[in-house]
């Protein structure tokens, strides 16, 4: 079972609003990713998490805010967006972070208004 | 640094034509390669890997051989169906203590009846 899921599937949300997302896994991995991805463009890495620490923080502005309350689930909140992050927020995981094979979730796509 | 390069898309084949999106890359060491597709609204599947040199991944009829003398990862199938219409990425990952997975820009294919 290499399954990665993401929850919720769709976000409309206001300038102004808080919301989260979700992602659960159930592989015994413990590294977790979260790629942001924009129409016709490859994914780009924003935060790894590996054994539950925050490993990598590709400087995205503090209005997301990652976090990994266990091996299993990893957290993305969302406050005061901008209409310009609206896009398809991947999550992923691997055994551990190294040459592992990255496993990714359907996407939560948000539309900030 | 890494950097993967893909050919432009968009391609257009009909069904049971062949096959191939080339993909070319730079890396330091001995990465892996991996080959994603997105089907429209999805997230990415991973559709095959080749960790070291001369390896062919496969997986339900595409291949691609790790060919370290030219840098390439091709992507082939023998016979394309309508289902595979997606937009397929080539990725590395450079190696152990390395969080990064680097992609192509994408190749869009659509298979007409």
């Known amino acids: 079972d290499t399954e990665v899921t993401q929850t919720p599937k769709h976000l409309v949300m206001g300038m102004t609003n808080k919301k989260s997302l979700k992602c659960e896994q159930h592989m015994g991995h413990r590294a977790m990713y979260w790629y942001k991805q924009k129409a016709k463009k490859p994914p780009e890495l924003m935060f790894v998490?590996?054994?539950?620490?925050?490993?990598i923080n590709e400087s995205v502005p503090s209005r997301f805010s990652p976090e990994c309350p266990n091996s299993s689930l990893l957290n993305l909140h969302l406050h005061a967006l901008q209409p310009e992050d609206s896009a398809l927020y991947l999550c992923?995981?691997?055994?551990?972070?190294?040459?592992?094979?990255?496993?990714f979730g359907p996407g939560t796509r948000l539309l900030v208004l | 640094g890494n950097s993967v390069t893909q050919m432009e898309g968009p391609v257009t084949l009909s069904e049971e034509a062949f096959l191939t999106i080339n993909c070319t890359y730079t890396a330091t060491g001995y990465p892996s390669l991996f080959w994603y597709v997105q089907y429209p609204g999805e997230g990415l599947q991973l559709l095959l890997k080749a960790t070291k040199a001369d390896d062919k991944g496969s997986n339900k009829g595409f291949e691609a051989t790790y060919r370290k003398e030219t840098t390439s990862f091709h992507l082939e199938k023998g016979s394309v169906q309508v289902s595979d219409s997606a937009v397929y990425f080539c990725?590395?990952?450079?190696?152990?203590?390395?969080?990064?997975?680097?992609f192509g820009k994408g190749t869009k294919l659509s298979v007409i009846p």
């Open positions: 990725a590395l990952h450079s190696g152990a203590g390395s969080y990064q997975l680097t």
């Open positions: 998490y590996s054994y539950e620490k925050l490993s």
């Open positions: 992923a995981s691997s055994h551990s972070a190294g040459r592992e094979t990255q496993y």
